[in-house]
């Protein structure tokens, strides 16, 4: 599976983006695909993943502010990234999982400023 992620910019603290993956194929086929974040200095961390039942996770520390969703004409996933927080800061990397294994896209910076 290849993975197309797109999306990430700069905001302003409070602001919004929604980041954008396009899968090589019918996502239907993906068991789970969503997205982790990577902050300076940091490991890897799972933000939110989205199954192809619809069955949703959020971490934490994004619950209420973040909103997975699946647009499968598009093959594609959306983050919608609301009340954007400094320590939100990070590349964020879009991954599948199938049987086949996990799969991963390039990264997409979303920079939030104070």
């Known amino acids: 599976v290849q993975l197309q992620a797109s999306g990430g910019g700069l905001v302003q603290a409070g602001g919004s983006l929604r980041l954008s993956c396009a899968a090589s194929?019918?996502?239907?086929?993906?068991?789970?695909m969503g997205w982790y974040r990577q902050a300076p200095g940091k490991e890897r961390e799972p933000v939110a993943t989205?199954?192809?039942?619809?069955?949703?996770y959020y971490s934490n520390s994004v619950e209420g502010r973040f909103t997975i969703s699946r647009e499968i004409a598009k093959n594609t996933i959306h983050l919608q990234m609301n009340s954007l927080e400094r320590e939100d800061t990070a590349v964020y990397y879009c991954?599948?999982?199938?049987?086949?294994?996990?799969?991963w896209g390039q990264g997409t910076l979303v920079t939030v400023s104070s």
């Open positions: 991954y599948s999982w199938k049987p086949s294994g996990t799969y």
């Open positions: 194929e019918s996502i239907s086929s993906i068991h789970i």
């Open positions: 989205i199954s192809n039942i619809g069955s949703t």
